[in-house]
């Protein structure tokens, strides 16, 4: 399990992230939403998570769900220590009702993020849609990942975002489980 706390002038942090879990969460961000999108990232991804941010919400929500996300990247960087013996690449199509998200993930040690997703409305709850995007380039830069992540479509964008958050939970498992050989998934003999 790893520990990460994170204490800025606009953020204070702390969680305990496990990656082989079982989907335990205790969550509170003082977004609501944003909590319900981590709870079904850690539930799908099968990671045990305790989570708690005291962050500037007078201003907005963006300090909070953006330093959340470097806080998880980091965990999960951790937690996977060299990658070795892990499958590497994943992807998954989640629906959510009438909505549909794909995501694809590279466990390279290389961070880039792709996101193509637009949202009729900017807020869901007091959750900034926008921050969609953010959460995740401060998870995979932080996480040494590179997430390809595409909302295919949708009209509701609750459903739109949250499709998004499940593909991403499965296709991050999916790429952390174990190999047969146990070998380090690269040519070029490090990741």
Do not use: Q, W
Request: glycine content about 10%; overall charge negative; proline content about 1%.
């Amino acid at each position: 399990m790893s520990v990460i706390e994170r204490k800025t002038l606009e953020t204070d942090i702390k969680a305990e992230f496990k990656l082989y879990g079982s989907g335990k969460h205790e969550i509170n961000t003082g977004i609501g939403f944003f909590d319900h999108m981590l709870t079904a990232l850690t539930v799908h991804g099968g990671f045990d998570l305790t989570l708690t941010c005291n962050g500037d919400l007078d201003v907005d929500g963006h300090h909070t769900v953006e330093d959340v996300g470097i806080v998880l990247g980091k965990a999960l960087a951790e937690e996977l220590g060299d990658k070795g013996g892990i499958v590497r690449f994943a992807e998954a199509n989640i629906p959510m009702d009438e909505a549909l998200s794909f995501c694809a993930v590279d466990v390279s040690g290389r961070p880039y993020l792709v996101f193509d997703a637009e949202f009729a409305t900017d807020k869901t709850g007091e959750y900034d849609n926008c921050l969609t995007e953010e959460f995740f380039r401060a998870f995979a830069f932080n996480a040494g990942i590179t997430l390809h992540i595409k909302n295919l479509y949708g009209k509701n964008d609750h459903h739109k975002i949250e499709s998004i958050f499940k593909a991403a939970a499965y296709a991050i498992r999916r790429a952390c489980v174990k190999n047969d050989s146990g070998a380090l998934m690269s040519s070029k003999g490090t990741l």
